[in-house]
């Protein structure tokens, strides 16, 4: 591959570290995987002494499997970044419309599928994912404006009630019409997940509108009274319904981290809400499931990110290098080839899923097209015979018939007198 240098984004150990074009791993990348395998091995130790650490977390399925050495060098690999390629990737993101990328199969052309003008992806995820941060981090690589105000509302205290509470429409990039990203109200994996199942179920169903308030049954009175006080237009909101193409499910990596080091309930209902949501039926679209993302890498070594990506591949059953995408809130290379991968297989995704059209309504279409052609041949015709057989009856000009004087026999009345 031609362009610039090889990139690997910054990580919270020991800053950049950058690798040479023609290495395939460097001194970091050693430290890494002998990192790993000093892990490894303690905790082959600890688990002879102290046989109940071997199994820290449940959720009905093993999670204490460590990520191979060579998932970790794969995974490094992976990171690696070349400017030139990059930038191409980026361009047919940018270069996207609606069903472009559909798969001619089946006989089926692209005229046959019922595509949309914008394609729609849902952002779904518990409490505290980072859904806002990533629709800002995705509109600023392809914005290329580093410098531009985030568009999305973001969250600091996870313990306050604050959040998206109505669906927000995202168009990406600012000005286009072909992509948008909707951002939604977040799964509570503290409450009655019945409740997320019922509001993931009417967005895959109905659709999504721009504006809408969200409201949950378990919603209390001071929340509905504040949340009505927001709705400052009193229920107004996008006249457009949008279907929902594919779904980007967003997880935080730290918290699943916590999770897989047992750090307590909290974090077990947080792995339990994305286990069970991101099964959902309503999700997926027949066999492809959601794309994931985890989030807040950035406060993770490399170690721990591969850890809890090879984890959530393990419990969620995906690929973690081809379904599972690791976006951290940084500025770097590696982050926006994150983004641009995670785009395109979403976009992918969403084309090859686009509904066919109907064909009994289109065979009804066309047999009424056909009658109604019929009817209306019919009624020329009919119309024209009737003009050519009735008879027009046009008024003749009166004429005076002179008067005839009576004839009078004078000798067959004579008796009379």
Known sequence: MGGGDSIVPHGTDEGSLWFSAHSSLDVGDNMILQDQNKKIERESTSSEIDEENTHPFRVDFEVTEQIKPDDLQCCCDELKIHK??????????????????????????????????TTCLLMVGPSGSGKSSLINRISKVLDDDKFAPPRAQESYNLHTENGTYFLQEYMMPR??????????????????????IRMLKGWMKKGVRHGELVVRKTDNARLRKSLESKDHNKGYFSSETRKVNFVI??????????????????????????????????????????????????????TERAHVRGHLGRILGIPPTKQIFDIPDCDCPATASAIIGMLRYSLAHADRNFLQKCKVVD??????????????ILGIGVTIGLTQNTEVHVPLPKTRVPKSKPMIEWHKIRHIW
């Open 84 to 117: 030139k390629d990059l930038k191409r990737e980026k361009q047919k993101i940018l270069r996207y419309k609606p069903g472009a990328w559909i798969e001619k199969v089946g006989g089926l052309e692209t005229s046959d599928h019922d595509v949309p003008n």
């Open 175 to 196: 000005y286009s019409n072909s992509i948008c990203l909707y951002d939604t109200r977040s799964l509570s994996y503290k409450l009655d997940k019945d409740e997320d």
């Open 249 to 302: 499910y967003v997880v935080n990596g730290l918290l699943v981290l916590k999770a897989m080091k047992n750090a307590g309930a909290l974090e077990k209902q947080y792995v339990e809400t994305i286990v069970s949501t991101f099964n959902c039926p309503f999700l997926s679209f027949k066999d492809d499931k959601p794309v994931l993302v985890f989030t807040h890498g950035d406060l993770l070594s490399y």
């Open 363 to 376: 065979k009804v279409h066309k047999v009424s097209l056909s009658a109604y052609m019929i009817l209306l």
